[in-house]
């Protein structure tokens, strides 16, 4: 077997111009837990966009990418749980076409599930998931407020609150992207660059707010999520994709008792045991088609500057957005 892969490596942070296409060397088994990895599909996430411009900082040079589905190559000698040749999807460096992840982070893909879909909707689903499950546990009738709803996370958030009886309420930048919220569950859509979304959540209930917030966009929605919560509610800022929030007063919270959280996925996955739970239950909202989702569009490998550039551009919608097919 070649020694040498292609990657998507960079050497230093910036536009997307820092992704490059490289050889590099093949990763191998170099511990017990180890689990390589052939990569058929790669998801590609706003998270991959912070790693490349610096906004969450990781030791350079890297290959980027947080998810791939694949074929399992090889195991260190502790990994009992997956055997070469199993579908898997995984946590890990993923831009490349073989990646290393430690076992606890790998789940085996059951049948039925597609590796295309189980790449595409990993962190966005394990994401969508704990969220309301974990940071604000939805309740049937209540009303949820979802910023970019025809995005990733948003259109999968906006499907789970929908099957557990709760109002979701979108905000989308375009008439295309209120469609396909709309389709996914939402009952109102606000369009967030025409409206004024805190008179017009205000309007739908009843002057009261809304019980949670789910906010990925950050910078430019923090101050309106926080008008829209109602009292006693939820404020959950989750992601950065306009900017990251500025430092914040927290005695602005006491105006309406609100409850704010800023999770991370990877810290509600961080043993084996919650990965495979949180995971199979993904995998069971697949199955039973409780989550439905739309590969919104394919790149080869070497046009990840172009998936970057979508992503960022706010071109992708579909909840999914990009992955990569070898
Ligand atoms: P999305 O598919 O949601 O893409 C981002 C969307 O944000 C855009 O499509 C756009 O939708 C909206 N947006 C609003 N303002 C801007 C702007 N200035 N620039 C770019 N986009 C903007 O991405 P993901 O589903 O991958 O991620 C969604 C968010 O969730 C991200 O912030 C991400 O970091 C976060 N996240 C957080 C995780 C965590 O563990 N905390 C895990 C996974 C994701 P529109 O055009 O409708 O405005």
Redesign the pocket.
Known sequence: MASTMRAIRISSTGGSKVLKYDTVPRPEITGPDDVLVKNDFIG????D??HRTGLYEIPLPAIIGREGAGVVESVGENVKDVVPGDRVVYFGNSYAEYSNSPSKHVAKIPEGVDSEVAAASL??G??AH??VTQAYPVKKDDWILI??????????LTQLVKNIGAHAIG????SE?AKL?KSAGAEYIIN??TQDVVKEVMQITNKEGVHAVYD??????FEISLECVRRLGTFVT??????KVPPFDVTTLAKKNIRLL???????VVTKEEFQTYTSELFELLLNGKLNIKIWKRYKLSEVKQAHED?????????T?NNILQ
């Not at 910023?147 to 999968?156: Q, W």
């Not at 989750?238 to 900017?243: D, L, T």
């Open positions: 590609v996430n706003f998270i966009v912070y962190i966005q394990l994401t704990t969220l910023h970019a709803a025809a995005g990733g996370v948003g259109l999968l905000t989308v930048s375009t992207k919220a967030y660059t990925g966009v950050g910078k430019s929605t989750f992601g950065n994709s306009s900017g800023r999770p991370t996925l990877f810290n509600y992503l960022e551009g706010r071109k992708t919608s579909g909840n957005n």
